[in-house]
């Protein structure tokens, strides 16, 4: 059975920092893309960066690209999104997710997390 437990989660004020972990188990780590996905009250869930297995090839949303940094741990079965210059609008519940296709950019992939809450105070 796949699991995926986030944490790191909290408040922090406007330009500050956190990390997110996500701690895999029950799948092969290696050969899954990972990703971090967040969704606020009456949203749809929004895709926000991924890695493929290697660390090689990785997506970032727009929205986030230049604040926030993806990266895995193959030997310890995590990933990270490093998180800095944080704003009000990155306010939501991170999801951490796994697929096996090789990399995804969209908000359809396999395995979910139960998600972090990470609230944003200007």
């Known amino acids: 059975q796949v699991q995926l437990v986030e944490s790191g989660g909290g408040l922090v004020q406007a330009g500050g920092s956190l990390r997110l972990s996500c701690a895999a188990s029950?799948?092969?780590?290696?050969?899954?893309?990972m990703g971090w996905l967040r969704q606020t009250p009456g949203k749809e869930r929004e895709f926000v960066a991924a890695?493929?297995?290697?660390?090689?090839?990785?997506y970032y949303a727009d929205s986030v690209k230049g604040r926030f940094t993806i990266s895995r741990d193959n030997a310890k079965n995590t990933v990270h999104l490093q998180m800095n210059s944080l704003k009000p609008e990155d306010t939501a519940v991170y999801y951490c997710?796994?697929?096996?296709?090789?990399?995804?950019?969209?908000?359809?992939?396999?395995?979910w997390g139960q998600g972090t809450q990470v609230s944003v105070s200007s």
């Open positions: 997710a796994a697929d096996p296709a090789p990399i995804r950019n969209d908000k359809f992939w396999d395995y």
């Open positions: 029950g799948l092969t780590f290696s050969r899954y893309a």
């Open positions: 890695i493929n297995w290697s660390g090689g090839s990785i």
